[in-house]
């Protein structure tokens, strides 16, 4: 693992084409690093999480290269590596396991980013009909501490259907269910760096079944 940080640390300094080629061989072992570690987290994965089908390291791991058409930043290059592992991998609109991995800031998580409205009205059917399952996986081993929830585009007021003076309102103003912890750097170095992830996946499944359980609804 250590190459994927030695890579990475360069290509921040060096996020150019030119550079990019003449050290191919590099990211191709990095790159294959990664792969060896994702597919464990698979493996892992899916013997604690049976929803987790179809997903392959190729399916999962998300390309190098930015999509510059639109962007006032014109690097060619990402200068980090991730992975969301998900029933089918990486476009799966169902909930997963990200991994983050950046010499400037590392990060793990789960849940679904960006739900279309369907699943978006089911998850918050789901806390304000439940909001008892909600707290107790937000209160368990301190989840709710050790884990950050993604607030980005969160309302300012209540969704409609849903009184102000619901007792969980506040969750319900979420747009992505999405929660995070940081890692530091020297894990990925560590022999038990899979372990690690593994055991911070473990407790975000309870936060991932609860939002798969909402989603299931929409078919009943």
Known sequence: M??????????KTHNERDWFNANKEKFLIAKTSFEEFVLDLISELQLMDPTIT????KNTIYRIYRDVRFSADKSPYKTHFGAYIARGGRKSPL?????????DESFLGGGIFQPGPEQL?????????FPEDIDSIMGHDDFGKSFVLFDRDKL?????GFSADFSHIDFLKYKHFVVSQTFPIDWVNKSDFSLKVINQFHRILPFNLFLKRAIDSIDD
Not at 2 to 11: N, P, T
Not at 121 to 129: G, L, T
Not at 156 to 160: A, T
């Open 121 to 129: 009205k089911a998850i918050r059917k789901e806390i304000f009909d």
């Open 2 to 11: 250590r190459q994927i940080i030695d890579f990475l640390s360069e290509l």
């Open 156 to 160: 300012k007021r209540p969704p409609q």
């Open 54 to 57: 179809g997903a392959t390291p």
């Open 95 to 103: 909930p997963g396991y990200y991994i983050h991995i950046d010499p």
